[in-house]
T-cell receptor, first 118, second 114 residues
Framework: DTEVTQTPKHLVMGMTNKKSLKCEQH?????MYWYKQKAKKPPELMFV???????INESVPSRFSPECPNSSLLNLHLHALQPEDSALYLC?????????????????FGQGTRLTVV | AQSVSQHNHHVILSEAASLELGCNYS??????LFWYVQYPGQHLQLLLK??????LVKGIKGFEAEFIKSKFSFNLRKPSVQWSDTAEYFC????????????FGGGTRVLVKP
């Protein structure tokens, strides 16, 4: 199984709503990521979890709150978003940090959640 | 900070033409290099990767890339494209010193005309 599964595929939410994006992998990977991709732009890193601990936060606003309940799951909690936060949110996983594994840091991506904030 | 540059934003080709997409990165430390493809409406898929060893790496669907350390480059090539190669292509770099931070280039949108 080399899949990263994201739910939901599409989400429309109001600016006062609270919602969560979910991501799951069963490859035994110990690093998981959230990326944001706007139309016609490359993915931009938001967060990295390594061994279930937050290791990188790319100065993401606090209205985005990541959570890693266990090694297979990654959530992104959303609250009080703005219309400009509308984007494709991608989850990815890899075997582990380069400094730990030494070589293989190939990232596997999910299909993403297309988020629209109204 | 590490950065990744892709030279072309848009490329338009006819079927059977050769394709070369440029990618340069800014950091001289130990890096892992990747090319990802995103077909219309689909998720990012890995085309090929370079970790170490032979600088000429072969990937899926007839793609290959060459790592030239002295030029900080990792250009993607395909000798003869097909209409189904229409997609967006992203170069990505994982810098050892930054842990597991995969940084993407700006992407190149490739359109192959039948």
């Amino acid at each position: 199984d080399t899949e990263v599964t994201q739910t939901p595929k599409h989400l429309v939410m109001g600016m006062t709503n609270k919602k969560s994006l979910k991501c799951e992998q069963h490859m035994g990977h110990r690093a998981m990521y959230w990326y944001k991709q706007k139309a016609k732009k490359p993915p931009e890193l938001m967060f990295v979890y390594s061994y279930e601990k937050l290791s990188i936060n790319e100065s993401v606003p606090s209205r985005f709150s990541p959570e890693c309940p266990n090694s297979s799951l990654l959530n992104l909690h959303l609250h009080a978003l703005q219309p400009e936060d509308s984007a494709l949110y991608l989850c990815a996983s890899s075997q582990g940090p380069l400094r730990d594994t030494g070589t293989n840091t190939e990232a596997f991506f999910g299909q993403g959640t297309r988020l629209t904030v109204v | 900070a590490q950065s990744v540059s892709q030279h072309n934003h848009h490329v338009i080709l006819s079927e059977a033409a050769s394709l070369e997409l440029g990618c340069n990165y800014s950091y001289g430390g130990t890096v892992n290099l990747f090319w990802y493809v995103q077909y219309p409406g689909q998720h990012l898929q890995l085309l090929l990767k370079y970790f170490s060893g032979d600088p000429l790496v072969k990937g899926i669907k007839g793609f290959e890339a060459e790592f030239i350390k002295s030029k900080f480059s990792f250009n993607l090539r395909k000798p003869s494209v097909q209409w189904s190669d229409t997609a967006e292509y992203f170069c990505a770099v994982n810098l050892k010193a930054a842990g597991n931070k995969l940084t993407f280039g700006g992407g190149t949108r490739v359109l192959v005309k039948p």
